[in-house]
């Protein structure tokens, strides 16, 4: 009879992290989160849960929860430049459009879930991995402060540019470039901003946009096509001056948004839009999980951070219950043989996404505001509902793991 829990390292300390070693504990592990980051990493834009990621939340006992800490977003407006609207969208109780039933801040959500786990599970800040070797029984690592340890097994969620991966992984990693680079920020509260997700297409295939959070603040969004220029790998103000001169003459909060991204270089971010595929999700005692295994601008990547981090813990939980020889290869074979098909159908974007959602010119500005207008009616809006890039696959049920219940 086994006496002692297996000890399971989990890197990443943001959604997928804390989520599946919150399972991991029910399951009958002793699991420890390392996060490189020297705290918990506060900012972040909005994040939607959807689909099956509400049945993860209520069997962890945190859809209510996750709903009270809610952004309070109402709907998605389409404007024209003069910030005029011409097709809205608003939130309707038991389905997701645009705006998801669930809309939270990243930073919000990842502490509620890390809160799920304080007293049981032990959390590291500041460090990671340098290092990685395994043998048939166990996974040892290095981490960057010289600290050595051994743990039965190992579970990356760090992201999908994780260096642990490569460690484990090395080149088996496939990046897709979509032609697309995205500046996130917080800016100050305007008089006139709402509980709206305010949302401008303009000629030249450039985005902006506004959301509201319940922190005091807003949340922007600036996007543009181009082909890869190396901009992401500038520093802040590089990027800020990329982005004034992308956006010159769009007009509407632009200049607002260029203003407060430069007011508040801490919570700014930019990155290149990419996806990532891995041919495999697991090697050996070592499995990952989240936009470490499946990254892209889906929309859809906190709802299979939450689902896959809850099959994993769920099927290493049914291989511990089996007997006293514990072996992980049959539940990583499980966990990917369950999910992969349904990353697959989220992962594959329609002809022409992300380009035809920024069209370069009026002429095809025009036919997008058609489609939105469309969409926004009674009559088709569950039909552009379903047709979503954030909408999530049907046909997947998922398995009922007893040991992954929170308490009455």
Do not use: C
């Amino acid at each position: 009879m086994r006496t002692e829990r297996p000890r399971v390292l989990v890197t990443g300390g943001s959604i997928a992290g804390p989520a599946v070693a919150w399972g991991l504990w029910r399951a009958g592990f002793a699991p420890t989160l390392l996060e490189r980051a020297t705290e918990i990493r506060s900012a972040g834009q909005n994040v939607d849960i959807r689909g099956l990621g509400h049945e993860v939340l209520r069997r962890m006992g945190m859809r209510e929860i996750v709903a009270a800490a809610g952004t309070g977003e109402t709907g998605t407006r389409f404007l024209r430049p003069d910030g005029t609207t011409y097709a809205a969208v608003p939130v309707r109780e038991g389905r997701d459009g645009p705006t998801a039933e669930l809309e939270i801040l990243r930073g919000r959500l990842s502490a509620l879930l890390l809160d799920a786990t304080h007293g049981e599970v032990e959390h590291r800040y500041g460090d990671h991995l340098v290092r990685v070797a395994q043998d048939e029984h166990g996974v040892d690592v290095t981490t960057a402060a010289g600290r050595q340890d051994r743990y039965d097994l190992l579970v990356i969620a760090e992201g999908k540019r994780s260096m642990t991966r490569d460690l484990v992984f090395g080149a088996d990693v496939t990046y897709r470039d979509l032609g697309q680079y995205i500046a996130y920020g917080t800016i100050d509260r305007g008089a006139d901003d709402d509980r709206w997700w305010q949302w401008l297409t303009a000629p030249g295939s450039r985005v902006a946009s506004l959301r509201p959070d319940n922190v005091g603040s807003t949340r922007a969004t600036l996007a543009f096509l181009a082909p890869p220029m190396g901009v992401n790998r500038l520093d802040t103000q590089a990027q800020i001056r990329v982005l004034r001169e992308r956006f010159a003459g769009v007009g509407w909060q632009t200049p607002r948004i260029l203003d407060g991204f430069a007011a508040r270089p801490r919570e700014f971010y930019f990155e290149r839009a990419e996806q990532v595929f891995m041919p495999r999700w697991s090697n050996g005692r070592v499995a990952i999980v989240g936009d470490t295994a499946w990254a892209g601008p889906t929309g859809m990547g906190t709802t299979l951070a939450l689902l896959g981090a809850h099959v994993l813990a769920g099927e290493l939980a049914r291989a511990l219950d089996q007997g006293p020889t514990f072996d992980p290869r049959g539940a990583f074979r499980a966990y990917e043989s369950f999910l992969r098909p349904h990353v697959e159908k989220t992962q594959k974007l329609p002809p022409g996404v992300p380009a035809v959602a920024l069209p370069k010119t009026l002429w095809g500005l025009k036919v997008l505001h058609g489609v939105h207008r469309l969409a926004a009616t009674r009559v088709l809006r569950a039909v552009a509902e379903r047709a979503l890039l954030t909408s999530e696959p049907t046909g997947l049920t998922l398995p009922d793991y007893p040991r992954l219940r929170a308490a009455a």
